[in-house]
Every structure is written in structure tokens, then in C-alpha cells.
């Protein structure tokens, strides 16, 4: 089967992540599928303290290596997740007023998130060296935190803040989503035969069923 013809077909007509729902059985295989998409940067960290000694091809990337190095979306759907859950986490504190230290406290978490996001992961330098169609993304999300950091900077009440809370998960599922489609349509040869090596058959077998009654559905 031709698995990067597949997967471009599937997740053009399909949203990926009803593709994706794993059974208790296959987290982990899935999980690992997630991974190699990703590349994020605490991925590396976990892989670097695995090895002792690096070796040349480490200290070396590949062009590949190098090309996901430089993406930085997947790093702001970690800070953007983040914020999402803190704010959620803050709303159960609304009858305690918008004073409560434990809204405040997760008020200030979500700054930090967003100005690490702003200072770090989407500066002018990471954008010129995002591939094209992920820079758009990228622009997005800065604009979307600038918006957040503002919106929360200002806050004088609950229902500004749960709407903030609805905006950044609903933002944050829009990027989700629009990153991974966008990144299935450019994997290229090489990375599609590297996702697909870390697949076992029987989880081949089973997002190709469950993609096939989805198909049907729609």
C-alpha cells in the first residue's frame, strides 16, 4: 500500500483526529506515532540524555533533523494546550471571585506561557526558517497570544474570564488541527516511510478500517 498516498487522501477528507482514537490497547503505538510528528524540543532532551557520548551523525543533523528543528508550531500547541487547561482549571474557582488566588495564580501561569511563546518559540528569526506553509500557522499563533496576553492583562471579571477560557480552546483545537493536516500533506517520502516503520501492522490495519467507516459516514 502506498501509506503516503493514503494518509494525504484520509486526512484531506477526514479530520485526523477521529482517525486517531486509540484504544486502551494501542496508546502507546500511538503515542509514538504522535512523537514522530512532532519533534519537539523535549523530545530531543529525552533522547539526548539516553546517549552518554554523542556521536558525529549527532552532532551533525540531517537535513530532515534540521528542517523539524527549526518548526516552531508544535512548541506554541504546547504552550497554547497549556494555557487552555489553566484557564479551564481557573474557571472552578469562579465562585470565589476574580480575586481568588487560585485564579490569579493560574492567571499568571498562562502570561508566562504566552510570553515564553512569544520571546522564544515565535520569534523573527524561527518564522524566516519555518517551511512556507507552516510559517501561516506560526503568524497566527503569535497574533492569537498576543490577543490572549492582552485579553488576560485586562481581566476585571469572571465572564471575561471564561470567555477567554472558551477562546484559547477553541483557538488551540484550530491549530491542532490545522498543523497536523498540514504536516501529513508535506511529509515527503522519507518521513512518511518513517512514520509508517513505527507502526505495527495491526495498527496499520486498524486506522485504515476505522478510516474507511469514517469515509462512509461523511
Known sequence: MDWLAFITNIVNRVPFEKILVPPPDHTKALED??????????????????????TTQEIAPSPEEQ???????????GHFSRSAGALNEAMRFKGEGITSNEILDRIASVL??????????????KLQR???????IAEEALQESRKLRHQLESITSIDELEQAAADTAG?????????????FRHL?????????????????ERIRRRAEEIIKEV
Not at 528542517?67 to 500547541?77: E, G, H, K, R, S
Not at 519555518?130 to 501561516?136: K, N, Q
Open 67 to 77: 528542517d523539524i528543528a527549526t518548526a516552531c508550531v508544535p512548541c506554541a500547541l
Open 33 to 54: 506515532f504522535r512523537d514522530s510528528m512532532s519533534g519537539s524540543e523535549s523530545q530531543k532532551e529525552a533522547s539526548s540524555h539516553q546517549k552518554m557520548i554523542p
Open 171 to 183: 483557538y488551540y483545537k484550530k491549530m491542532n488541527r490545522e498543523w497536523y493536516r498540514g504536516r
Open 112 to 125: 508566562e506561557e504566552q510570553n515564553a511563546l512569544e520571546r522564544f518559540d515565535l520569534t523573527p528569526e
Open 188 to 204: 515527503g517520502k522519507e518521513k512518511a516511510e518513517a512514520i509508517e516503520k513505527r507502526i505495527s501492522p495491526e495498527d496499520k
Open 130 to 136: 519555518t517551511p512556507e506553509w507552516e510559517r501561516e
